[in-house]
T-cell receptor, first 111, second 112 residues
Framework: DVKVTQSSRYLVKRTGEKVFLECVQD?????MFWYRQDPGLGLRLIYF???????EKGDIPEGYSVSREKKERFSLILESASTNQTSMYLC??????????FGPGTRLTVT | DQQVKQNSPSLSVQEGRISILNCDYT??????FLWYKKYPAEGPTFLIS?????DKNEDGRFTVFLNKSAKHLSLHIVPSQPGDSAVYFC???????????FGQGTRLTINP
């Protein structure tokens, strides 16, 4: 069974903390994505990666960075967490032949 | 600029009836469209897709219709079942691009 896993389901952090969200896929997909989901706004793309060590900004990259050192792993970093980054974070992977597969999501609360 | 729009935040349908979810897009370069279903506390799961060379694609109880001239697509679920209660996201992409653009989502509730 194919899988995209995320390191935490629920996370509570304080304002100003550095936060790491990890995503791992076992499908050998080239592409990996980080989205955030907010009510009324749908899924908005933060960053994506087409290959190892490659990254591209999505629609809302401000306040975030990413790292892809290995093909199966894509990390999202909040350099200094703020309350407006409280959200559901969704990781996805895909290849040319397949639609996205999503992980279960991480509900991040920044207090 | 919202390139993919789902104008109905919620929809309530009687069990056994047809559910119709709508989606509009503005970018004429989009040529591949997908629907995802999301339960609370889970990631979205792929439901059905359609390429712009078709105007209809069917998979069991789910049918997606594409009207390119109107830049509109719809998802029909018939008959609707209680397990269909979820948030449905419409998504679009253009050829050669792996990036999907998602709509805001529609919360579908199926009433017994």
């Amino acid at each position: 069974d194919v899988k995209v896993t995320q390191s935490s389901r629920y996370l509570v952090k304080r304002t100003g903390e550095k936060v790491f969200l990890e995503c791992v896929q076992d499908m050998d997909h080239e592409n990996m994505f980080w989205y955030r989901q907010d009510p009324g706004l749908g899924l908005r793309l933060i960053y994506f990666s087409y290959d190892v060590k490659m990254k591209e900004k999505g629609d809302i990259p401000e306040g975030y960075s990413v790292s892809r050192e290995k093909k199966e792993r894509f990390s999202l970093i909040l350099e200094s967490a703020s309350t407006n980054q409280t959200s559901m974070y969704l990781c996805a992977s895909s290849s040319l032949q397949n639609p996205y597969f999503f992980g279960p999501g991480t509900r991040l609360t920044v207090t | 600029d919202q390139q993919v729009k789902q104008n109905s935040p919620s929809l309530s349908v009687q069990e056994g009836r047809i559910s119709i979810l709508n989606c509009d897009y503005t970018n004429s370069m989009f040529d591949y469209f997908l629907w995802y279903k999301k339960y609370p506390a889970e990631g979205p799961t792929f439901l059905i897709s359609i390429s712009s060379i078709k105007d209809k694609n069917e998979d069991g109880r789910f049918t997606v219709f594409l009207n390119k001239s109107a830049k509109h697509l719809s998802l029909h679920i018939v008959p609707s079942q209680p397990g269909d209660s979820a948030v449905y996201f419409c998504a679009a992409s253009r050829q050669g691009a792996q990036k999907l653009v998602f709509g805001q989502g529609t919360r579908l509730t199926i009433n017994p």
